[in-house]
């Protein structure tokens, strides 16, 4: 996490993504980088183009100031850039979201991302993951934190990583144990399964024995909640648990794909309380 980027609309929902960005930025010693995008309109004549163009001009000398300043009160609240243990710049370009964090997550080494789950005060609010945080989950394959405007402020004091019992599971563990230690937080490894049972309890065995020996260092638990919804299993141990943030391996086949299908939002609204770290896998 030594590289994070962090875009902003400038809304409330933004602004608490900017405070979580702050935070891990602040415990990995790494850099921080505020960023705005602005489009051009769609015109169909020279003369709407001219005006486009000063509208254009005009949006990204106010989001400059707005950013600068936003810089100004990191450095001045947090140390940034003047001995706090961290760095912060901001960048302002005309682009595509999606396009541009890919660009800075491949071309300039950003690994990790940290997004409100929506902006502009809309109806999206309470849902998992507004259009924009969806569409960077889309198309980047970089670690996301995906954080609700309705989030706690920054702490994690216990991670819940929610496994499948998948061979996948001991490399998204090299990730949610990195990112840990930055805070000496506790993990979970918690299974929603729809029905008890002794294969189970063998698959929750076996998944533990290979990621202790992957992580013999690390004091790791595993917890099977039983649940026919494994959403709603996962949000009622979330919440007894007292975790700070959710971990998941998005994956494209399996037990968490439906976790991330169109019908997502209707689902697990209770997002809008929960950090969601979003891990890839990598295959």
Known sequence: MKKILCPTDFSQTASKALDYAIYIAKQAGGHLSVLHVVHLPIVDTSETALVASELLGEQIRDAGERLKAMVMQIEEKHGANRGGGFTCDYIIKEALLTDLVEHLSKKEGYDMVVMGTTGGGNALEELLIGSNT??????????????????????????????????????????????????????????????????????????????????????????????????????????????????????HKGFFAELFSQSLADRMTYQAEVPLLVLHDRK
């Not at 991670?159 to 930055?182: Q, W």
């Not at 937080?185 to 998944?207: F, P, Q």
């Not at 992580?215 to 949000?235: C, I, S, T, Y």
């Open 134 to 251: 969806e569409a960077v989950l889309e198309e980047v394959k970089c670690t996301l934190l995906a954080v609700p405007a309705k989030a706690a402020d920054p702490a994690f004091h216990k991670i819940i990583y929610a496994t499948d019992y998948c061979p996948e599971d001991v490399e998204a563990m090299r990730e949610v144990v990195a990112f840990g230690s930055l805070f000496n937080a506790r993990i979970d490894m918690v299974h929603v399964a729809k029905e008890a049972g002794t294969e189970e309890d063998r698959k929750a065995n076996e998944c533990l024995t290979q990621i202790k020996s992957s992580f013999p260092d690390v004091p790791l638990e595993m917890h099977q909640v039983v649940n026919k919804r494994r959403d709603e299993g996962l949000k009622a141990y979330y919440k007894q648990s007292g975790a700070n943030v959710m971990a998941i391996l998005r994956r």
